[in-house]
């Protein structure tokens, strides 16, 4: 029930703020289900930390699917960060902050999970959250399935990384752990 009304506030707000661009009804339904699809997969967490929260996704739902798990909400933008605000009040989201910053503008430590969708190159979200992240940090990032891991820099010391493609409603969905 809070998946459907995220979705009916979302496109309500969108009307007149464009919070995630032109999107349709069947087009955010897949998007929402996009972002919980992988749950099954994921390490058992107790925080996230979602970089560029945007409109929500995947943030939202996943703090819908896991409730007693707590979500920290980056986002910059106040039209966006008004928007999340309401969202948590609306849908009663106790496990979620929102914060009016830039990732490298926060001090959280031993993130247990950290997602991301459309902030940047898989390379450029390791650099935004190398001080939040532990050793034991999975991500949750949400890319298309033509991705390159190849592009990533040898500038990075990742000792242990595996990554799987998590195939959703005919598109790839790349879930990098």
Same mark, same amino acid.
């Given at each position: 029930?809070?998946l459907l009304s995220y979705i009916k506030l979302l496109l309500e707000w969108n009307k007149t703020h464009?919070?995630?661009?032109n999107l349709s009804l069947d087009d955010l339904k897949k998007q929402v289900l996009a972002s919980i699809?992988? &749950?099954?997969?994921?390490?058992? #967490? @107790?925080?996230?930390?979602? $970089?560029? !929260?945007? *409109?929500?996704?995947?943030?939202?739902?996943?703090?819908?699917?896991?409730?007693?798990?707590?979500?920290?909400?980056?986002?910059?933008?106040?039209?966006?960060?008004?928007?999340?605000?309401?969202?948590?009040?609306?849908?009663?989201?106790?496990?979620?902050?929102?914060?009016?910053? &830039?990732?490298?503008?926060?001090? #959280? @430590?031993?993130?247990?999970? $950290?997602? !991301?969708? *459309?902030?940047?190159?898989?390379?450029?979200?390791?650099?935004?959250?190398?001080?939040?992240?532990?050793?034991?940090?999975?991500?949750?990032?949400?890319?298309?399935?033509?991705?390159?891991?190849?592009?990533?820099?040898?500038?990075?010391?990742?000792?242990?990384?595996?990554?799987?493609?998590?195939?959703?409603?005919?598109?790839?969905?790349?879930?990098?752990?």
């Open positions: 029930m809070k464009n919070l995630s661009g699809y992988p &749950r099954h997969k994921l390490a058992p #967490f @107790k925080t996230c930390v979602d $970089i560029g !929260s945007g *409109a929500g996704l995947p943030a939202v739902p996943l703090a819908i699917t896991f409730p007693k798990s707590k979500f920290y909400l980056v986002e910059p933008r106040l039209k966006r960060v008004s928007f999340l605000n309401y969202i948590k009040l609306k849908l009663g989201l106790d496990n979620v902050s929102i914060f009016q910053k &830039r990732i490298e503008e926060c001090e #959280f @430590k031993d993130i247990d999970l $950290i997602t !991301s969708r *459309a902030v940047g190159s898989l390379e450029l979200i390791l650099e935004l959250s190398k001080d939040i992240a532990s050793k034991d940090t999975n991500y949750l990032l949400y890319k298309s399935k033509d991705y390159e891991v190849k592009d990533l820099k040898a500038s990075f010391a990742i000792k242990k990384c595996d990554f799987t493609y998590v195939y959703f409603n005919k598109s790839a969905r790349r879930m990098d752990v």
